[in-house]
């Protein structure tokens, strides 16, 4: 089977009908991100099915715009936490809270690529995505500062990052849900999250739910409340990508609202950046300043169309690259915090790549971002479809047959022979 084979396999196989399922067992239901970069990675042979897998996604958004992290199509007993736990009575039954927002960016993406045969589809999504985006505005950023805010780590889609540990710190540990983990029944459990992270993250669930999933009441008491610089990133890029749409199938309001906010993103994100560390960092909402961790997240501003540090971002790309470190670590290696197997706190993500590389490209710095690109290459290429991969020795850990991870090798299989 040659490679293209293999990954449009993964896809295949992970296909519960126009929804694919991040990876068997482990991630039994569509999760958001996952499947706006599976849509991308269809899109390179199945516009059907790459248009499927937005409109599935879509079954699962709120009245109010959000598009939750996790839509549950079909009962599991092989994930925790499942829809009981969530108590959201909705057919199908969803999670509460938002994942990264690239399906705008992967709704463009589709649609540039399908042409006119597309527009169809497109037509009858936008009005979904315009919601979505003003579900951020209203629910996360209500005073209009620029930054929308952060309430779960799991909405950042990095959940353990060594960036949330101290402001983590606030949220209390005890919870009223039994926690009954099932990840660790599927991976090795030096993979994944610790148990205190977990309770911290259900303390945070019950919370939610406790409020009736009120989005004015769950961004007033949450414990955790950060400005993520990868989100933020993430939704500006998404800006960009919606405005791109609306030029098509928006109304003249429409474009103004979304430029407007696009030039306050601009502004204020640039402000994440911190020269001491010359990095861009997360704010801690409720303590008040940068959060002092280099991640990958870091870079996604370069993704989000800003580039003022973008020779000295590429400068520490290319550094870990000449001592031997696997590209793109989600932790700086030389952090204390460091752990290059763990969940989030060291290893390499396919999808975090691609947007950095994407970053780089569009910033003119095409070697480092050819760096990227074909060294995620070679990790799959060496250990796999895997979930992430260990930077120091290239293995690959976590879930196996990964859908994004095959998607993202079919779009830089695709880029590489340009
Ligand atoms: C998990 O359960 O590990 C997910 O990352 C939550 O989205």
């Known amino acids: 089977m040659s490679r293209i084979e293999a990954a449009r396999a993964i896809l295949a196989a992970n296909d519960r009908g126009g929804y694919t399922v991040p990876t068997n067992r482990l991630y039994p239901f569509q999760w958001n991100w996952d499947s706006a970069f599976v849509a991308m990675g269809w899109a390179t042979f199945d516009f059907d099915r790459a248009w499927r897998e937005i409109e599935r996604l879509l079954e699962g958004q709120w009245e109010d715009g959000l598009v939750p ?14 829809p009981a736990v969530w108590g959201i009575a909705r057919t199908p039954p969803t999670s509460g809270i938002p994942q990264p927002p690239v399906l705008a960016t992967a709704a463009r993406f589709v649609l540039e690529r399908h042409g006119e045969d597309g527009i169809a589809r497109a037509r009858a999504i936008y009005p979904k995505l315009v919601a979505n985006h003003l579900w951020w505005q209203r629910a996360r950023d209500p005073d209009d500062t620029g930054l929308v805010a952060t309430l779960h780590p799991w909405e950042t889609g990095m959940d353990n990052s060594p960036a949330w540990d101290a402001a983590l710190e606030r949220v209390p540990t005890e919870t009223q ?18 148990g205190v992270e977990y309770q911290r993250f259900i303390h945070l669930v019950d919370l939610f739910r406790g409020t ?10 949450s414990p955790f409340k950060v400005a993520d610089v990868g989100t933020n990133a993430i939704l500006l890029r998404a800006e960009r990508d919606l405005l791109a749409l609306a030029e098509r199938f928006g109304t003249a309001e429409e474009r103004d609202t979304i430029a407007s906010r696009i030039a306050r993103k601009e502004t204020v994100i640039a402000g994440l ?35 003022d540090h973008a ?63 074909s060294e995620t ?14 930077p120091i020795d290239s293995a690959g850990i976590g879930g196996g047959t990964f859908s994004w991870t095959a998607a993202i090798d079919l779009l830089l299989g695709e880029e590489a022979q340009r």
Do not use: C, K
């Not at 039994?178 to 991976?187: A, F, L, N, Q, S």
């Not at 290319?318 to 700086?332: K, N, Q």
């Open 69 to 82: 992290q996790i839509v549950f199509h079909a009962p599991s007993e092989d994930y925790f936490p499942g």
């Open 177 to 194: 849900t039994e926690i009954r983990r099932r990840d660790t029944g599927h991976v090795d459990a030096a993979f994944r999250p610790r």
């Open 212 to 221: 009736g999933w009120d989005a004015v009441r769950m961004l007033q008491l």
């Open 273 to 307: 950046w911190d020269e001491p560390l010359g990095h861009y960092l997360t704010r801690d909402l409720i303590g008040g300043g940068l959060i002092p961790v280099r991640t990958s997240a870091g870079f996604l501003p370069l993704f989000a169309g800003l580039h």
């Open 311 to 373: 020779a000295a971002l590429a400068e520490r790309i290319d550094a870990w690259r000449r001592r031997g470190i696997g590209l793109v670590p989600s932790t700086d290696p030389d952090a204390a915090s460091f752990e290059p197997q763990r969940y989030w706190r060291g290893p390499v993500w396919a999808v975090v790549n691609w947007m950095i590389a994407r970053g780089l490209r569009e910033a003119g710095l095409d070697a480092t971002a050819d760096s990227v690109a």
């Open 377 to 390: 290459r070679r990790l799959i290429g060496d250990a796999g479809f895997s979930e992430y991969f260990n």
